[in-house]
């Protein structure tokens, strides 16, 4: 089993930036592909970005240019760099993982709030 906390969330005007971390635990050893999904209301969970164990990226169009995904293998943790944030950002952030580099993810997060006013 893998557990995975998200921190970093919060309130913010338009154009800041947050740094999401998700900080995993528990059977963490073995290539791990990371994701982040985000959820707004009355929206469907999305991709926005994922990282594979080999360090290949995927973002989503929306996010391209604007949030990175990085990872630190030492600290077992995965970040999410969002710059130049925008109303429609606001939504409920999710990381997840899987120990596939591709396929459904097994491990989800219990999610964090992110807010940006207008």
């Known amino acids: 089993q893998v557990r995975l906390v998200e921190s970093g969330g919060g309130l913010v005007q338009a154009g800041d930036s947050l740094r999401l971390s998700c900080a995993a635990s528990?059977?963490?050893?073995?290539?791990?592909?990371m994701g982040w999904f985000r959820q707004a209301p009355g929206k469907e969970r999305e991709l926005i970005a994922a990282?594979?164990?080999?360090?290949?990226?995927y973002y989503a169009a929306s996010v391209k240019d604007r949030f990175t995904i990085s990872r630190d293998n030492g600290k077992n943790t995965v970040y999410l760099r969002m710059n130049s944030l925008k109303p429609e950002d606001t939504a409920i952030y999710y990381c997840?993982?899987?120990?596939?580099?591709?396929?459904?993810?097994?491990?989800w997060g219990q999610g964090t709030q992110v807010t940006v006013s207008s």
């Open positions: 528990g059977r963490t050893t073995g290539p791990y592909r």
């Open positions: 997840a993982a899987d120990n596939q580099d591709m396929g459904p993810y097994e491990y």
């Open positions: 990282i594979r164990s080999g360090g290949d990226t």
